[in-house]
């Protein structure tokens, strides 16, 4: 799929980009003890860093709190999903194993403080995908469960719609153990340079490929 990103982001975000990796022929499933063990010590690690560290202190968590403020999103009461993750492991919260996919998902976002989105590509509509800052009026039904208002919020949208962003995805495309087909999206720091951003999205590629076989391409779009 093709990803653009549409000036409504640009025009308030200068250096927005995204890491942008295609799967094919993955198989998804239970997630293997190395990962399993690898996510549990570093929410450990992070939890006793946290102890005298405010979770807005963290670099990549406040870089996306300032996105929200510039599209107009309120970051206090719309907190972006790696925040979301850091305050869990803040309070011993810890994530527990959903999937491989998701859960290497979830690792990558608390090494890298960004959100990220995983989709199944064969759930998706058309042959592009493009960024953009919602309207009023927006909605879809996120993986929380709720109807959320994506109004000010960076999205993710195909031919069929919104299905995505750095706030809670929708129910509409979630990655799971059928998934042979799959996009993620890495949200990276505004402030990294591209070259960077292009090593940090291959290493999650390389360590996906690793856990599910199949193939990966990479690529940074933005920036």
């Not at 995983?118 to 929380?144: A, F, H, P, W």
């Not at 195909?158 to 993620?184: I, M, W, Y």
């Not at 199949?214 to 779009?221: D, L």
């Amino acid at each position: 799929m093709e990803i653009t990103i549409h000036s409504s982001i640009t025009s308030v975000v200068p250096g927005f980009k995204v890491g942008v990796i295609h799967y094919h022929d993955i198989e998804v499933g239970d997630s293997p003890q190395m990962l399993k063990g690898r996510l549990q010590l570093f929410q450990e690690s992070i939890f006793f860093e946290l102890q005298d560290k405010n979770v807005t202190d963290i670099e990549g968590v406040a870089e996306w709190r300032d996105v929200f403020k510039r599209t107009g999103k309120d970051p206090n009461r719309y907190r972006h999903s790696a925040e979301a993750l850091y305050r869990r492991v803040k309070k011993q919260n810890y994530l527990t194993t959903i999937n491989s996919a998701i859960d290497l998902n979830n690792f990558f976002s608390l090494q890298y403080e960004v959100p990220i989105g995983i989709y199944d590509l064969d759930k998706l509509m058309g042959d592009s995908i493009e960024l953009r800052v919602g309207q009023s009026g927006e909605t879809y039904t996120g993986l929380n469960g709720r109807d959320n208002s994506l109004e000010n919020l960076t999205i993710a949208e195909d031919e069929a719609g919104p299905f995505g962003s750095p706030f809670v995805d929708s129910n509409r495309a979630p990655v799971g153990n059928g998934t042979k087909n799959a996009v993620q999206l890495i949200f990276l720091k505004p402030s990294l340079h591209a070259e960077e951003g292009g090593k940090l999205t291959k290493s999650l590629m390389d360590m996906f490929v690793g856990i599910h076989g199949g193939e990966g391409v990479y690529e940074v779009v933005g920036g």
